[in-house]
């Protein structure tokens, strides 16, 4: 039982280029979340999904896309990645996400560095 | 979404116990208090979380005040390994969880 798992696990991206993050959970999970931390920062929800086959914005999903291909794998996309997007990207899942008591498990994280 | 407030830094020492504040005075009848850590720019881990009674597990315990307006996150015997930022979140019910800045603890020997 792997949990969440997020690859790649490092990225160095030139402006202006584009790449996808890969996040997948073997927990059986509905809802699944993308996060960015910035340096010294909390995190800040970029995507989530509550379920299979629907997603909503975050608190900053400007420049982002989102998949959920299936239950497991919740992807996120860079379209044309900008300097300002160097961050670390977590993924996490929980069960439910309409429940009160919903708690979410993290993936090991994406350290993107845009030039 | 209620707001949270913690210390952004604490120390203890190693094998003392370990006592995180946070306060939570928007919080509404049915918002539970979560408590995660993130050690070392891994992902955040969970720790505990509790409504209105005080909770523990085999990682820590989590006081509550009456009123619900602050809750305290105890580690009993700290250890090297605590050292982390601990984040205290309020949970509304639609799922998204606000994580804020935090309270970085720091063990010493």
């Known amino acids: 039982n792997a949990g969440v798992t997020q690859t790649p696990k490092f990225q160095v991206l030139k402006t202006g280029q584009s790449m996808t993050l890969q996040c997948a959970q073997d927990?059986?999970?509905?809802?699944m979340y993308w996060y960015r931390q910035d340096p010294g920062m909390g995190l800040r929800l970029i995507y989530y999904?509550?379920?299979?086959?629907?997603?909503d914005k975050g608190e900053v999903p400007n420049g982002y896309n989102v998949s959920r291909l299936n239950k497991r794998e919740f992807s996120l996309r860079l379209e044309s990645a900008a300097p300002s997007q160097t961050s670390v990207y977590f993924c996490a899942s929980s069960e439910a996400w309409r429940t009160s008591t919903d708690t979410q498990y993290f993936g090991p994280g994406t350290r993107l560095t845009v030039l | 979404d209620a707001k949270t407030t913690q210390p952004t830094s604490m120390d203890c020492a190693e094998g003392r116990a370990a006592n995180l504040p946070c306060n939570h005075s928007?919080?509404?009848?049915?918002?539970?208090v979560y408590w995660y850590r993130q050690i070392h720019s891994q992902g955040p881990q969970y720790i505990i979380h509790?409504?209105?009674n005080n909770e523990t597990n085999e990682m820590a315990s989590l006081i509550i005040t009456e009123d619900r307006k602050s809750s305290t996150l105890i580690l009993p015997h700290a250890t090297l390994r605590d050292t982390a930022v601990y984040y205290c979140i309020v949970r509304p019910g639609a799922g998204k969880s606000t994580f804020g800045d935090g309270t970085t603890l720091t063990v010493k020997p």
């Open positions: 509790g409504l209105k």
């Open positions: 928007t919080i509404s009848g049915n918002e539970y």
């Open positions: 927990m059986n999970h509905n809802s």
């Open positions: 999904s509550a379920s299979e086959g629907t997603t």
